[in-house]
């Protein structure tokens, strides 16, 4: 299972730092990922990176804002996020698949957290 936190709410400039625990399963041979899911919005990719932390994806728009990181010997991810603007609002989602090529695409992620509610002011 995965679970999420982290999230809260917060004003548009400052960050937040979202965990993603896995228990029941490590990370090795997945690839971890968040997604995320505004109101009345489809749930879009985020950013992934492999087991072994070695790659990393970051969606376009977001690049400079977010980051991600793996801890294999806490079985953690993390997604840093900064700069955060009324726009970012949403559920994040964290998901593992053994999955690569087609990381962006939801249905291709085995497991998924909770999600966790990030509310950003202006």
């Known amino acids: 299972q995965l679970q999420a936190s982290g999230g809260g709410l917060v004003q548009a400039g400052d960050s937040l730092r979202l965990t993603c625990e896995a228990s029941?399963?490590?990370?090795?041979?997945?690839?971890a990922a968040w997604f995320r899911q505004a109101p009345g919005k489809d749930r879009e990719f985020v950013a992934c990176v492999t087991w072994d932390g070695d790659s990393t994806d970051i969606a376009g728009s977001l690049k400079g804002r977010f980051a991600i990181s793996i801890d294999n010997a806490d079985n953690t991810v993390y997604l840093d996020l900064s700069s955060l603007k009324p726009e970012d609002t949403a559920v994040y989602y964290c998901a593992a698949g053994r999955v690569w090529n087609s990381r962006r695409l939801t249905k291709h992620y085995e497991y998924w957290g909770q999600g966790t509610l990030v509310t950003v002011s202006s």
């Open positions: 029941g399963l490590t990370f090795a041979g997945y690839t």
